[in-house]
């Protein structure tokens, strides 16, 4: 179990790098990647059944504890995401199946990586779980709805189609995986964290990986084009989570919680759905975002965090004075 720890966190602090590398590793040897193309279901619904290993009745407590907080993060999650999304895909007149790729990665919930970020930038972890929870749940029903909405021009939608798929891969698994933790106990599930991480970390990867290998030639064929409309929205998405929390009355660490929460999308998600429900082509937006977000999410949780540090310095000497006091 040590090892296992070890190997933990050494996943957990260079996750950016690893994503880089099995990007590049996919691209030029594809063959050892391709195997995980036909189980991006199965490994979804692992990702899924390790995150409702993580919880517990209190993490759903902050609903109806910090209302407001839990409130402007979903509704930011929902709503400047997908909106950006169909912003970027009409102004960079994306192809039909690049544009539901995009409208795709805009309405699926945030990912469990942003939990990781917000740490680092030293936000509220605790209302960070909360929303990745929340919007994880809340996905079901609004991203096939928000999906059919926004690009039902593009392509054939259907609904019910996704509605039936995105709960057997989010809401089964999670429920049943807080069902087994009940069934185990928190001793159980804190002694087995670290395995569940780097099973996550390894499911995660390998739909990153089949991804790229299947759409390497078309990524680079597409170019910046592609990459520019990604990054747009991730950036996009942090500014104006960022403005929403301010706008909310929120503090410093959970504006900084909501930037990510919102910028942050589940883009193993949406590679599995693109491929699931429309062509492999349509997981192209989410291939590339595996590899942006990680790497903008990572580059803010530095700057987010030394600016958190200075504040701290900068408030210790009056607390000192206003205890000496």
């Given amino acids: 179990m040590n090892v296992l720890n070890k190997l933990a966190e050494f996943v957990g602090k260079n996750l950016t790098y690893i994503v880089v590398a099995v990007v590049v590793a996919a691209f030029f040897q594809p063959q050892a990647f391709t ?4 189980k991006t ?6 990702i899924m059944f390790g995150m409702g290993m993580t919880l517990r009745a209190s993490d759903f407590a902050l609903v109806f504890q910090r209302p407001k907080d839990v409130f402007f993060g979903c509704v930011g999650q929902f709503t400047i995401m997908p909106a950006l999304a169909y912003v970027l895909t009409v102004a960079f007149e994306l192809p039909p199946e690049l544009a539901i790729g995009m409208i795709l990665l805009g309405t699926t919930p945030g990912g469990t990586a942003s939990n990781v970020m917000t740490y680092l930038a030293k936000g509220d972890v605790t209302l960070s779980v909360c929303l990745t929870t929340a919007t994880t749940l809340l ?5 096939p709805f928000l999906t059919w909405v926004l690009a039902g021009q593009w392509v054939e939608v259907s609904f019910l189609a996704m509605l039936k798929s995105v709960a057997q891969v989010i809401l089964v698994p999670i429920v049943l995986g807080i069902f087994v933790h009940k069934l185990v106990g928190d ?3 804190v002694k ?3 395995v569940l991480v780097l099973v996550s970390a390894f499911s ?3 739909i990153m990986g089949a991804m790229v290998a299947l759409n390497g030639a078309k990524i680079i064929e597409l170019g910046w084009v592609m990459v520019m409309a990604v990054v747009l929205q991730n950036l996009g998405g942090y500014a104006l989570g960022w403005l929403l929390a301010k706008q909310a009355g929120m503090g410093d660490a959970q504006r900084t919680t909501v930037m990510l929460e919102v910028g942050m999308q589940n883009s193993a998600l949406a590679c599995s759905l693109g491929t699931l429900h429309f062509t492999a082509m349509a997981a192209i937006p989410g291939a590339i975002a595996g590899v942006v977000h990680q790497t903008t999410g990572s580059l803010l949780a530095s700057v987010f965090a030394a600016r958190a540090s200075k504040k701290e310095q900068a408030a210790a000497p009056l607390a000192k004075a206003e205890f000496a006091d």
């Fill in 41 to 46: 279901v199965l490994l979804l619904s692992v």
């Fill in 187 to 189: 001793n159980f599930v």
């Fill in 204 to 206: 995660v990867l390998s």
């Fill in 139 to 143: 996905a079901p029903v609004l991203t």
């Fill in 192 to 194: 087995f964290s670290k």
């Fill in 35 to 38: 195997w995980a193309a036909s």
